[in-house]
């Protein structure tokens, strides 16, 4: 196989600043907002175009009948297509993730996912992707996309050699989906590996990396040949579970112009709150989830000793040597989800939540607090028994999202309602 991947994007680093300085300083004029230290909340959904020519330019821009020249900047519309808020977000996130050149944002996940594939996809398309995936994008490429006669064609992550052949074999292979770790069993995916097999496919396939568990953080996918790099927002970049938000990042300018146009069709970009909070939070993504896979390495690696636990998930944890390769290959630290598997499935992983006192029993992750579900009756219930299978989602797996807490206190909180299902778990 050849090794050439296309050169990835100058790294933002060669602008003078390396990502912690650029967070925040690019993107941000404070002379726009009356010398306001932060950003403003521009809340206006229309705005005053300067003239009747200049409204003219900007539809022209905004449906894609024409590209900016080079220095232009088209005035704004109307705020479905675009918004100062989104604006200063969308420069501010670019030099979190190496590679990237440009930022789209959207009111959750699933619709950064979706409108990135609606940007490429028609009917008779085809999508390659790593099982298992996020319930919802499961659901949304099975349950919508396929009836809608799109070929989706699931491929066990890990599976490096499968993923090639099915990259290779699959006519009017429009999209790689690549989730790396899987949610929720925290299997790698060998991103560069991906990429130079869409590389030989004529026309290439994009390859899309879902980034959420360990971006921006631990894990650059565009250094590695990914095209897009997609996040739910809601959860690490966000980080205080109190809104939802998506982005999709890349570098080719013709998948951006037709992503935006597609955001601006779906109406799904983010709202200026919701923009001008996930700013304020971008500064801090990689204190807190440095502090969160601290946490939730020294809990990983003391929970494996327990007699409750048939398996640990957690990517320093596998022993499979491809599994060490992709890890050391591509992350830079192994972050803060966790999955057990418990004996005494569904009965064993209920006790357990029940008797949680610090963690809540409740669906999302990335945020300051510590919090666990059971994927095969929430996040991943829509899947059929044969897709839950083929992910390895047992009854028995809880997944963990570890928080900022005192990692003893958690650990101590684990190890008590372990004690309690003990009976069940080793009858
Ligand atoms: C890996 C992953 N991708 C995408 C999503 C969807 O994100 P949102 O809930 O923001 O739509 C989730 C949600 O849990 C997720 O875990």
Request: aromatic share 6%; with cysteine; glycine share 8%.
């Amino acid at each position: 196989m050849s090794d050439q991947l296309p050169k990835p994007p100058q790294s933002r680093r060669s602008a003078g600043s390396h990502p912690s300085t650029a967070v925040l300083t690019r993107g941000y004029d404070p002379h726009l907002s009356v010398g306001s230290a932060r950003p403003a909340v521009f809340r206006s959904s229309t705005y005053v175009f300067s003239s009747p020519e200049s409204a003219e330019r900007a539809f022209e821009i905004v449906t894609g009948r024409d590209i900016p020249a080079p220095g232009e900047t088209p005035e704004l519309i109307y705020s479905r297509f675009n918004h100062p808020n989104a604006e200063i977000l969308e420069d501010q996130i670019v030099p979190l993730e190496e590679g990237s050149e440009w930022a789209v944002v959207f009111n959750s996940g699933m619709a950064a996912i979706m409108t990135a594939l609606m940007a490429r996809l028609a009917p008779g398309d085809a999508i390659v992707h790593t099982v298992p995936l996020y319930g919802g994008t499961q659901h949304l490429l099975h349950r919508l996309l396929e009836p809608w006669g799109v070929v989706c064609r699931p491929v066990v992550a890990g599976r490096g050699q499968e993923l090639d052949d099915a990259i290779r074999s699959t006519p009017r292979l429009k999209f790689v989906l690549i989730e790396t770790p899987a949610n929720p069993t925290m299997v790698m995916t060998d991103i560069r590996r991906a990429a130079l097999a869409a590389a030989q496919v004529d026309p290439r396939p994009v390859v899309m990396v879902d980034n959420t568990f360990l971006g921006p953080a631990f894990q650059h996918p565009m250094i590695f040949g990914a095209d897009l790099v997609v996040y739910s927002a809601t959860k690490y970049l966000g980080g205080f579970s109190d809104l939802l938000a998506g982005v999709v990042l890349g570098a080719d300018p013709d998948l951006e112009r037709a992503i935006r146009a597609h955001r601006g069709l779906f109406g799904n970009i983010l709202q200026p709150d919701e923009c001008w909070i996930l700013d304020g939070r971008l500064p801090t993504v990689s204190l807190r989830m440095n502090r969160q896979s601290k946490n939730a390495q020294r809990i990983a690696e003391s929970l494996v000793r327990r007699p409750e636990v048939r398996k640990v998930f957690y990517p320093t944890l596998f022993d499979d040597p491809e599994q060490i390769r992709v890890r050391l290959a591509q992350t830079d630290y192994p972050g803060a989800m966790i999955a057990l598997d418990l004996h005494g499935g569904k009965p064993a992983a209920f006790e357990f939540l029940r008797s949680l006192k610090l963690a809540h029993n409740a669906v999302s992750l990335g945020g300051m607090e510590t919090l666990v579900c059971h994927p095969k009756t929430t996040t991943h219930s829509g899947n059929s028994p044969d897709e839950l299978a083929i992910a390895g989602i047992t009854d028995g797996l809880v997944r963990i999202s570890v928080g900022v807490e005192d990692w003893r206190d958690l650990l101590r909180d684990f190890e008590q309602a372990l004690d309690t299902i003990h009976p069940l778990a080793t009858s």
